[in-house]
């Protein structure tokens, strides 16, 4: 599976950003995709993603009410809708697909994740 993400950019606080993730190769049902984020210095945290059926989503604490996931009918693309942006969420993005065995509790742990995305930055600044 490749990933391509893509959408990042210069916004200010308080704006908003979509980003895109396009999933080509071995593109079957057999995988999930999610987003990431890792900012300078830190660790790589879990953004959002679906459940293995598609019926749910799930956003990290720090993201709630702000970001949403989605995507289109065939599950090969996925978004990242990023509203009301702050300092603290500037990071390079990277979208990511884990095995539908994958079970609920790993969802958020990056180490469930096979394939990666090159990553897409976000800079939030005035």
């Known amino acids: 599976v490749q990933l391509q993400a893509s959408g990042g950019g210069l916004v200010q606080p308080g704006g908003s950003l979509r980003l895109s993730c396009a999933a080509s190769g071995r593109t079957d049902r057999r995988y999930i995709m999610g987003w990431f984020r890792q900012a300078p210095g830190k660790e790589r945290e879990f953004v959002g993603t679906?459940?293995?059926?598609?019926?749910?989503?799930y956003v990290s604490d720090s993201v709630k009410g702000r970001f949403t996931v989605s995507r289109d009918n065939a599950k090969t693309t996925v978004y990242l809708q990023m509203i009301n942006l702050k300092s603290e969420d500037m990071a390079v993005y990277y979208c990511a697909a884990r095995s539908t065995r994958i079970i609920t509790s790993s969802y958020f742990d990056k180490d469930s994740y096979d394939y990666w995305g090159q990553g897409t930055e976000v800079t939030v600044s005035s």
């Open positions: 679906f459940s293995r059926d598609g019926g749910r989503t």
